[in-house]
């Protein structure tokens, strides 16, 4: 899935080609409303809202292909719509979860915190500085600096895990991991 201002060799991963459920996304599932309305961002080939849908979750899976998602399954409905260019798809809507994962497009993120309801939570996962040891992508427009995403939630949602570290699987990469909630008034 090439990202707009990447080159062909600056590609993020596929989404599509990975199978597997992020074990980040798994971990702090369980924190999100049961039956709770879930936001995929950039869902590729929509590993994540098959697992949320499979937990009982009513998935919104948006991306610029949704042609990458393949039989949605039932709880799952797709939305066309390109994050970067276009106006926001859903504004003034609320979900009980956003998830992102292997994307980023820095001018989204305060619409991102500010699509959670009262008790929502992000999860977050993406590539981070010193990414660019392991392969794509390797540009820095899409590597998060340290503490990226902990500054983006400041003030707006409490922090329950972070993590900015290097892993072997699915393959090895530098990346930030941020599950945070809104608190309820």
Partial sequence: MMRRGSSASEALVSHAS????????????????????VLDVACGGGRHSRLLAALGHEVVAVDRD???????????????ADLESAAWPFPGRRFDAVVVTNYLHRPLLPTLVASLEPGGVLLYETFALGNECFGRPSNPDFLLRPGELLEAVRGHLRVVAYEDRVVDTPRPAAIQRLCARREAP
Avoid: D
Wanted: hydrophobic residues 50%.
């Fill in 66 to 80: 949704i042609g990458a998602f393949a039989a949605p399954p039932a709880g799952v409905t797709l939305v066309s």
């Fill in 18 to 37: 990975l199978e597997a459920a992020s074990s980040w996304i798994q971990k702090w599932a369980p924190l999100i409303r049961p039956g709770g309305e």
